[in-house]
């Protein structure tokens, strides 16, 4: 997965923290656990505030 894979990686981080608010989740933890998921593999010097929003808001969705 990379970081692009927004809709993936919010469903893998619903299973991984299932009693976490994703609206609660700050974007520092949101990266270190989008980075440590398995079969993640990519780098995060292409992390930005944007894509950690999208991961965000499919990740809201996707508990929705």
């Known amino acids: 997965m ?5 809709q993936e990686l919010a469903v893998e ?3 991984a923290h299932p009693d976490v608010d994703p ?3 700050n974007f ?7 980075a440590a998921l398995p079969g ?3 780098d995060t010097k292409y992390c930005g ?4 929003e999208a991961i965000q808001q499919a ?3 996707e508990v929705a």
């Open 49 to 52: 505030e944007k894509i950690l």
């Open 13 to 15: 981080l619903s299973e």
């Open 40 to 42: 993640f593999n990519d």
């Open 28 to 34: 520092v933890d949101l990266m270190n656990w989008v």
């Open 59 to 61: 990740w809201i969705d």
């Open 2 to 6: 990379k970081w692009t894979d927004t």
């Open 23 to 25: 609206l609660k989740v």
